[in-house]
């Protein structure tokens, strides 16, 4: 459990804990929330759209954060807290084979978007262009959503 003064915004790359005379420096919550938001929508074969960036601290700290509406950084529910403790995978095996699991699943996506086949429906991949840049995008769309923002899959461009 943190306990302290938390200060940080959603662009600095570490955030700052300070208690009595101590400070301690962490990675930016909000950026780790990003790269988990990156890998489950890969995992998933879900837009990153789908998901809502939660950042929760013990209501044993106090927080001055400044962060767009984009991430809620706040205070834990307590009940939550404890579901989601409960549901953490704690055995070691356990956990090594889920993570083995996890690893395979995205190998198998990226196989896939190699092949320019959608991962979520089977479809093929196309090149599409975005006010962002080159993507690929599910020949089925509107059917599909599917998209891969990747700039490496266009080493040939
Ligand atoms: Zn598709």
């Known amino acids: 459990m943190l306990y302290g003064y938390i200060t940080g915004n959603e662009y600095s790359e570490q955030w700052l804990r300070k208690r009595g005379n101590s400070k301690i420096y962490f990675h930016n919550p909000i950026h780790q929330n990003y790269g988990h938001i990156k890998a489950l929508a890969n995992i998933l074969n879900l837009n990153e ?12 700290t106090k927080l001055n954060i400044k962060a767009k509406k984009a991430t809620k950084v706040s205070y834990i529910n307590n009940n939550i807290k404890n579901i989601i403790l409960t549901n953490n995978i704690t ?28 991962p979520r429906c089977g479809n093929n991949l196309n090149k599409k262009h975005g006010k962002y840049g080159y ?6 769309y509107p059917k599909c959503r599917y998209i891969k923002k990747a700039i490496t899959f266009f080493n040939n461009c």
């Open 49 to 60: 759209d789908c998901f809502i960036s939660i950042v929760c601290f013990s209501h044993t």
């Open 135 to 140: 993507f690929l995008g599910c020949s089925d």
């Open 91 to 118: 055995n070691v095996r356990e956990r090594k084979k889920h993570i083995k699991t996890i690893e395979s699943n995205l190998k198998q996506t990226n196989v896939l978007i190699k092949e320019n086949i959608c």
